[in-house]
């Protein structure tokens, strides 16, 4: 079946650090994967995503790599900033708008 | 363009009720699944609709349902209402040609 396994938070790092949320996951097939941001009181908003082996997605100096070798599409950012405190999802799809979740990292960055 | 809108944002029903929410896909999207997200299960889908039949569902039991309509808005709804349906519930819609899809905001429900 399918499935995607979280790093459990919540993670409290300082402004400028380095960001590092891990994923892995199970999956039938070829999933495309994403990274979807919650920020407090709102819905998903896509951050990044990768629809095969060794894609990077990249947005807003987050990056992802999709590792088949692995099954992981972990989240990276060099720098982070007081304005990425969220939580932040892993997701894959293998067809249509269906979507597996992780159960979401929270992310509080301090100044 | 417009995003997704989902309304209620906000709806406070007692148990026993049903209740029905509404989304409103960006222009062009045909495809709109539901989601449950709640602090103990985090999210879990519910269905998915493209042009107005079920394609997918997910293991929620026959209280819920949905449908979707020929300009692609979704309702679902949600019937005899137990405490534990106290969620926020997210719709996501699509092309149905690839797996992009974008959220709305969120029906925030609470089952007294």
């Known amino acids: 079946g399918n499935s995607v396994t979280q790093m459990e938070g919540p993670v409290t790092l300082s402004e400028e650090a380095f960001l590092t949320i891990n994923c892995t996951y199970t999956a039938t097939g070829y999933p495309s994967l994403f990274w979807y941001v919650q920020y407090p009181g709102e819905g998903l908003q896509l951050l990044l995503k990768a629809t095969k082996a060794d894609d990077k997605g990249s947005n807003k100096g987050f990056e992802a790599t999709y590792r088949k070798e692995t099954t992981s599409f972990h989240l990276e950012k060099g720098s982070v900033q007081v304005s990425d405190s969220a939580v932040y999802f892993c997701?894959?799809?293998?067809?249509?708008?269906?979507?597996?979740f992780g159960t979401g990292t929270s992310l509080t960055v301090i100044p | 363009k417009a995003g997704v809108t989902q309304t209620p944002r906000y709806l406070i029903k007692t148990r026993g009720q049903q209740v029905t929410l509404s989304c409103s896909p960006i222009?062009?999207?045909?495809?709109v699944s539901w989601y449950q997200q709640t602090p103990g299960q985090g999210l879990q889908f519910l269905f998915e609709?493209?042009?107005?039949?079920?394609?997918n569902k997910g293991n929620f039991p026959g209280r819920f349902s949905g449908r979707q309509f020929s300009n692609s808005r979704s309702e679902m709804n949600v019937s005899t209402l137990e405490l534990g349906d106290s969620a926020l519930y997210l719709c996501a819609t699509g092309t149905g040609r690839d797996t992009e899809a974008f959220f709305g905001q969120g029906t925030r429900l609470t089952v007294v």
């Open positions: 222009s062009g999207h045909r495809s």
């Open positions: 609709y493209f042009s107005e039949t079920q394609r």
């Open positions: 997701a894959l799809s293998n067809t249509g708008n269906q979507f597996y």
